[in-house]
């Protein structure tokens, strides 16, 4: 496996160069060769102005990160003829000032608009929510707005960076929201770890919002704040790293047991990581009526005879290992018919993979590096998926909660059920039809336009059904 580069060239770690390039036959080809020997993709070559001595383009490179970028740099920087005016990290440059922002619906160009959207006028809208709160909903953003609220504890791989750090993210969030699903996202990064107090903030600016959804807040206390949250509010309060994931996952098994023919009652999984989303696939899946679940943390597989787990833990062993199955992840990947890794690089190999049923399926979602690389799996396995975007069969929540955001709001739904949950998983597995289902296409793209509307029907109709929705789906806009 040390062949396989740990990352490939992407637009994340890509750098646009400005080139002063000696204007004489053959200097662009040497340029691109340099630039192409020390790995790097090349995307667009433009030209910024030239004359008779010197001509200055622009050249995008993809890289595999930022230390190779600077590599291929310097291979530039020392061909003759070739001068590096500046380089520019696309990255950081699209952050600049931010992701998002705060625009006026409605212009404010004489004295008539003016007091209607502001003073004497307003009062009167402030009067009419005072009288009847429910007009919070038809008369102020609250209606399509989500509180992307986080503590920075728990961001992405980089483990608890703190709030002002995690603010990229929450960002990055809110615009999906608006991109995909026509949704207002604001990042709401909370200066607190204490449960309690944590709590009470988000509670106290919850009636700007439709919804709020929790974001990178680390185990085990994100299970708590959840809870606590959705007692407290009567919107809908949704942790997306544990049930968005859930939701994809199960959305592509769905699709992915339908290749290998396998009915969901009966399979045997075994789940890697059993932290915020890995407790979350467990739950979904045993709703759905699948019996054998295996949870394997640090010290093997998680059963109620282990004297070291914490209350979580136990809780999820109740719930899981029918058999009572011990040992390390090697043993109890025999019989197996699921992976699924929500836990760090390479901790399964192809003898683990052989251990497995007839037509395994894995899904190594660690990320950047997965549980088992696709080139060491594929052989061996009937389908696989993981949450990266440079292979086939990407397990990614923007599948899910850009539509369960737009449903809930839609149909002023109080809350998130699991019956909600199951809706949206199918919803997005049936956006691909059986004609087109293999094993590299059990999930549909992020970018499958179709996605989000089918998640909002599905989970404004299960909201309807379960009597959680403040309006008939039907009426909704």
């Not at 750098?15 to 340099?34: F, H, Y």
């Not at 504890?153 to 699903?181: H, N």
Request: glycine share 8%.
């Amino acid at each position: 496996m040390e062949d396989i580069p740990d990352y490939l060239p992407s637009a994340s770690n890509s750098v646009t160069l400005r080139l002063d390039i000696r204007n004489r036959p053959g200097m662009l080809a040497e340029v691109t060769s340099v630039i192409g020997a020390r790995g790097g993709n090349i995307g667009a070559i433009d030209i910024v102005r030239a004359n008779e001595d010197v001509m200055v383009r622009d050249i995008t490179i993809n890289a595999r990160s930022i230390d190779h970028a600077r590599e291929i740099v310097l291979e530039v920087r020392s061909i003759d003829g070739v001068d590096v005016q500046n380089v520019s990290d696309r990255t950081f440059l699209m952050h600049l000032g931010g992701k998002i922002e705060v625009r006026s619906k409605t212009p404010l160009t004489n004295r008539d608009q003016l007091s209607m959207a502001y003073t004497p006028g307003v009062a009167r809208v402030c009067e009419a929510i005072a009288d009847s709160p429910e007009d919070a909903h038809r008369l102020t953003m609250k209606s399509n707005t989500v509180a992307v609220v986080s503590d920075g504890t728990a961001v992405l791989g980089l483990g608890d960076i703190g709030p002002e750090a995690s603010i990229p993210v929450m960002e990055g969030k809110a615009q999906l929201l608006r991109e995909f699903a026509g949704v207002n996202g604001f990042p709401i990064c909370v200066d607190e770890t204490d449960v309690d107090a944590f709590v009470d903030t988000v509670a106290r600016i919850a009636p700007v919002f439709g919804a709020i959804n929790l974001e990178d807040i680390a185990a085990p206390r994100c299970f708590e704040i959840e809870q606590r949250l959705k007692e407290r509010l009567d919107i809908p309060v949704f942790h997306d790293d544990q049930h968005g994931t859930a939701v994809v996952a199960v959305a592509a098994l769905i699709n992915s047991l339908k290749i290998v023919d396998k009915p969901l009652e009966d399979i045997k999984v075994v789940i890697v990581g059993i932290g915020a989303a890995g407790t979350a696939v467990t739950h979904m899946l045993d709703e759905m009526g699948v019996d054998n679940i295996v949870g394997v943390d640090r010290q093997g597989a998680v059963h109620l005879d282990r004297d070291d787990l914490d209350p979580a833990k136990r809780a999820y062993a109740e719930v899981t290992n029918p058999n009572g199955e011990d040992g390390e992840l090697s043993e109890v990947m025999e019989g197996a018919d699921v992976f699924i890794g929500l836990s760090g690089p390479d901790v399964i190999g192809i003898d683990d993979l052989k251990k497995m049923n007839r037509d395994p399926i894995v899904f190594a979602m660690a990320n950047p590096r997965p549980e088992i690389m696709p080139e060491v799996a594929y052989p061996h396995v009937a389908v696989m998926a993981t949450g990266r975007s440079d292979y086939p069969n990407q397990i990614n929540n923007v599948l899910c909660f850009p539509g369960l955001f737009k449903g809930v709001l839609d149909c002023r739904a109080t809350d998130v059920t699991d019956g909600m949950k199951i809706a949206a998983a199918h919803a997005i597995a049936n956006t691909i039809s059986s004609d087109s289902l293999t094993s590299d296409y059990v999930i549909p793209s992020v970018f499958d336009q179709h996605v989000v509307d089918r998640v909002a029907e599905a989970v404004k109709e299960a909201a309807w059904e379960e009597g959680i929705a403040g309006r008939d789906p039907v009426h909704s806009r």
